[in-house]
């Protein structure tokens, strides 16, 4: 760990020997909250907002992070002061951002599986657009607006069939997955929603895939929707907005990532020409680098020639490691003068192989009791988490102006038990 001097996730730094948040020690957090915890920065957070709001500066254009990336209260309310609009995939991601006050005509709800309770919801509330992921939905939506006598006002995701290059688990657009809707069904739709007076379909999208590193993928998906409009514009459809998702990849060990300027360098070419309001919905991207899991080294090991650094956070706290063989920095909380580096694994407690942060990694050896940061893990972090071997959820903090505060205690052993019933009711 010594060898790594220059952590490549801005919000951190090194003070002297001390690894440091916005200005605020890491070390003096975790005093005060323990281990494990999650720690954010706001600062980092709105610098990433601002980035990607004014690279589309020059066309009309929402920008609606995505929920699910880390979806804490305080963050959504950080995000709806920036003027972000949400990208919700469910009831209760809704409810959360109506929690944290969002507009709700900020609001697309995107997603393979709505079910009919959670598009009530949402019409109920007015949401601004709902992202129809087949013809059965599109009916379903339709039925329901009728019911409700609300207004749906709905665009259709297409699956362009592009690779976005990426983990398969988290590649999306191609047409052997499960999202979106087949290019050559599009018209078919549109002639459908004609007939339905509650449902105004007026827009079109793509969500290709997540932690994309290359801008053609984007580029590709975009020429082939802009085709699509015209056609469907030839045909005599209306369409206001386009919904290029989200997936814009970034920097876990050092990869060269494209700025939010490259992607509009790209796509606004091919796409400002249609006139219509572009819609984004970048998750990772936004809160990605912001964060950190800090974990305390509790024992150090040797079976056969494999040496382990355990330490007290574990796949439920981060599970991104094992789920997609995911690449975490991994730092020390105070560097140390000692030298002495070694190749380990970087496991948690849990009863699984699976339970690891880092394998074979080259890292300064450790002491027991020493704090460790891991890297870039603002997004699909904590979401993730869960209380798999009845571990309590660990807290998070968010630094706002070098202030460090609670935004989620740590779970008690009562919350694990929580909505359990020990004398079972009969039903
Ligand atoms: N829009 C839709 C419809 C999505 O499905 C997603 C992510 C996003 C936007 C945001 O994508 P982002 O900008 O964050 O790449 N748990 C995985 C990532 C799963 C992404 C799922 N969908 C991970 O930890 O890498």
């Given at each position: 760990?010594?060898?790594v001097?220059?952590?490549?996730?801005?919000?951190i730094?090194?003070?002297g020997?001390?690894?440091?948040?916005?200005?605020?020690?890491i070390r003096?957090?975790?005093?005060?909250?323990?281990?494990?915890?999650?720690i954010?920065?706001a600062?980092?957070?709105?610098?990433?907002?601002?980035?990607?709001?004014?690279?589309f500066?020059?066309?009309?254009?929402?920008?609606?992070?995505?929920?699910?990336?880390?979806?804490?209260?305080?963050?959504?309310?950080?995000?709806?002061?920036?003027g972000?609009?949400?990208?919700?995939?469910?009831g209760g991601?809704?409810?959360?951002?109506?929690?944290?006050?969002?507009?709700?005509r900020?609001?697309?709800?995107?997603?393979v599986?709505?079910?009919?309770?959670?598009?009530?919801?949402?019409?109920s509330?007015?949401?601004?657009?709902?992202?129809?992921?087949?013809?059965?939905?599109?009916?379903?939506?339709?039925?329901?607006?009728q019911?409700?006598?609300?207004?749906?006002?709905?665009?259709?995701?297409?699956?362009p069939?592009v690779?976005?290059r990426?983990?398969?688990?988290i590649?999306?657009?191609?047409?052997?997955?499960k999202?979106g809707?087949?290019i050559h069904?599009?018209?078919?739709?549109?002639r459908?929603?004609?007939?339905?007076?509650?449902l105004?379909?007026?827009?079109?999208?793509?969500?290709?895939?997540?932690?994309?590193l290359?801008?053609?993928p984007?580029?590709?998906?975009?020429?082939i929707l802009?085709?699509?409009?015209r056609q469907?514009?030839?045909?005599?459809?209306?369409?206001?907005?386009?919904?290029?998702?989200?997936?814009?990849g970034i920097?876990?060990?050092?990869?060269?990532?494209?700025?939010?300027?490259?992607?509009?360098?790209?796509v606004?070419?091919?796409?400002?020409?249609?006139?219509?309001?572009?819609?984004?919905?970048?998750?990772?991207?936004?809160?990605g680098r912001?964060?950190?899991l800090?974990?305390?080294?509790?024992?150090l090991?040797?079976?056969?020639?494999?040496?382990?650094?355990?330490?007290?956070?574990?796949?439920?706290?981060?599970?991104?490691?094992?789920?997609?063989?995911?690449?975490?920095?991994?730092?020390?909380?105070e560097?140390s003068?000692?030298?002495?580096?070694?190749?380990?694994?970087?496991?948690?407690?849990i009863?699984?192989?699976?339970?690891f942060?880092?394998?074979?990694?080259?890292?300064?050896?450790?002491?027991?009791?020493?704090?460790?940061?891991?890297?870039?893990?603002?997004?699909?972090?904590?979401?993730?988490a869960?209380?798999?071997?009845?571990?309590?959820?660990c807290?998070?903090?968010?630094?706002?102006?070098?202030?460090?505060?609670?935004?989620?205690r740590?779970?008690?052993?009562?919350?694990?038990?929580?909505?359990?019933?020990?004398?079972?009711?009969?039903?």
């Open positions: 760990m010594s060898n001097t220059r952590p490549n996730f801005h919000p730094s090194y003070r020997r001390h690894l440091f948040m916005d200005g605020v020690s003096e957090v975790v005093s005060r909250v323990g281990t494990p915890c999650y954010y920065s600062g980092d957070i709105r610098r990433r907002f601002g980035e990607f709001d004014d690279a500066a020059t066309v009309p254009h929402r920008v609606c992070y995505a929920v699910k990336a880390n979806s804490n209260l305080a963050i959504l309310k950080l995000f709806r002061t920036l972000s609009g949400f990208d919700v995939v469910s991601e809704l409810f959360r951002v109506l929690r944290a006050g969002a507009n709700p900020a609001v697309v709800f995107s997603g599986g709505k079910t009919a309770e959670e598009i009530d919801f949402a019409l509330r007015r949401i601004g657009q709902f992202n129809v992921e087949s013809a059965a939905e599109l009916e379903l939506l339709a039925a329901r607006a019911a409700l006598r609300v207004k749906a006002e709905a665009g259709l995701r297409v699956n069939d690779d976005p990426t983990h398969p688990y590649a999306t657009g191609l047409r052997e997955h999202f809707i087949d069904s599009v018209d078919e739709l549109f459908a929603a004609r007939s339905r007076p509650f105004r379909l007026r827009g079109l999208g793509f969500h290709i895939g997540s932690q994309i290359s801008l053609e984007f580029a590709d998906a975009a020429a802009a085709n699509k409009v469907l514009r030839a045909a005599g459809f209306e369409i206001h907005t386009l919904d290029l998702g989200g997936g814009l920097s876990y060990r050092g990869e060269r990532t494209p700025p939010a300027q490259a992607l509009a360098r790209r606004l070419p091919i796409l400002r020409p249609l006139g219509c309001t572009l819609f984004f919905e970048p998750g990772r991207w936004l809160v912001a964060g950190v800090v974990t305390r080294v509790l024992f090991k040797r079976n056969g020639r494999k040496n382990f650094v355990v330490v007290d956070a574990g796949m439920n706290d981060l599970i991104r490691p094992t789920l997609y063989q995911a690449f975490h920095q991994i730092l020390p909380v560097r003068t000692r030298t002495g580096s070694f190749r380990a694994d970087v496991v948690g407690p009863c699984e192989t699976g339970d942060f880092a394998r074979d990694r080259r890292l300064r050896k450790p002491q027991p009791g020493e704090l460790l940061a891991i890297g870039e893990t603002g997004a699909y972090g904590f979401s993730l869960s209380n798999y071997n009845a571990r309590p959820r807290p998070e903090i968010l630094i706002d102006a070098s202030r460090a505060r609670l935004i989620r740590r779970e008690s052993p009562a919350d694990l038990v929580r909505g359990e019933i020990l004398s079972p009711i009969r039903l």
